[in-house]
């Protein structure tokens, strides 16, 4: 074993490949290439995440080449997941491909569109994101052969389904998201613990991530100011640090060290909390994580009351801004258009899925266009708006 290996060997309680549950559909492992690897890789080049290019994280696709769209959200993740697994000597490669997938079932428009989608299916059963991110990589995504989906470990589609944790807790009995309970029929994901070790990781890097670059892309924005954190924990300290000591630099690159700073700062409280966790519990493995009682990935009390203390201020100055209002107004208006129509009409929508569809306004149909419209990009919703409620728009 060479010195790098050496270095960055997992401990007892990462994933290990070697102990991997396996797939669905059984298929040869690769010669070059580790399961988890696979996984990533299959991510990447899956149809559902190249259109996150042009899916909505905050602003609307076309208001701006240089804010962060759902790709270059999951690629931030993922940088921030894959470091903190190599820190911690957990598996880079499974946190990663988390991290990559973790968005692949959002629809166009950000979180208006999901909004507007869950409030269009609640007779329906409702819509939940996660539960399309398994849907997408365990049936949409036809590529193979012999299967459909992505064919994915049971790791990776474990950590996918329980980014916001266990979905049955204390025995109590709940109604699953659709996509979950049916896939739930194939293979069992312990819906009732926590997820592995990386798959916590993945989760908060999310967090890390998005608190983040929402704050730089506001700033940027002009939606709010510096001066204006001035009173958020952690924050407004940072900001006003790097102004004292950077007093002459142009604000674009105190903007950039300050946000550097704040993510540094969330993960080494990251780090240190986590490995006081672990330390406590000695998991023997990743089962014993699993099954603990709650995250061993976390940030600290005081942290968390930092986090807390960012996402009301991006909440009240940001996410609610007239100027988001207004974009995500009309996100949700085309969402709720489209669905209302192809619902009553599913004869208009493209030859492919309208072989698919059951009656109109039936709950088979319902399911259909919420897919349909989960997958599509902002620009793609826009034009197919356009294509059905413009009558002079060409048909296409």
Sequence with gaps: MNEWQLKYRLVPYATHEAESRGRLYDEPESATRGCFQRDRDRIIHAAAFRRLAYKTQVFVNHEGDFFRTRLTHSLEVAQIARSICRYLKLNEDLGEALALAHDLGHPPFGHAGEDALQEMMVPFGGFDHNAQSLHVVTQMESRYVNWDGLNLTWETLEGIVKHNGPLVTNGIEVVLPRSIAEYAEKQDLELHTYAGPEAQVAAIADDIAYNNHDIDDGLRA??????????????????????????????????????????????????????????????????????????????????????????????ENMYRHY?????????????????????KEPECLPTEWRRQAGPPNSESTAWLVAEYIAGMTDRYALDEHKRLFDLQARIS
């Design 222 to 315: 002009g939606l709010f100011s510096i001066l204006d954190l001035s009173d958020v924990p952690l924050v407004g300290p940072i900001f006003a640090d790097v102004g004292k000591n950077f007093p002459d630099v142009d604000i674009s690159r105190r903007i950039h060290e300050a946000v550097r700073r704040l993510i540094g700062a969330m993960v080494s409280d990251l780090l240190d909390e986590t490995t006081r966790r672990i330390m406590d519990l000695a998991p023997k493995d990743a089962s014993s994580i699993r099954g603990h009682v709650q995250p061993v990935a976390s940030f600290s009390h005081v942290m968390n009351n930092n986090d807390a203390s960012i996402k009301n201020f991006l909440y």
């Design 323 to 343: 100027k988001l209002n207004r974009m995500t107004s009309k996100g949700r208006r085309v969402v709720k258009d489209l669905f209302q129509l192809l619902l």
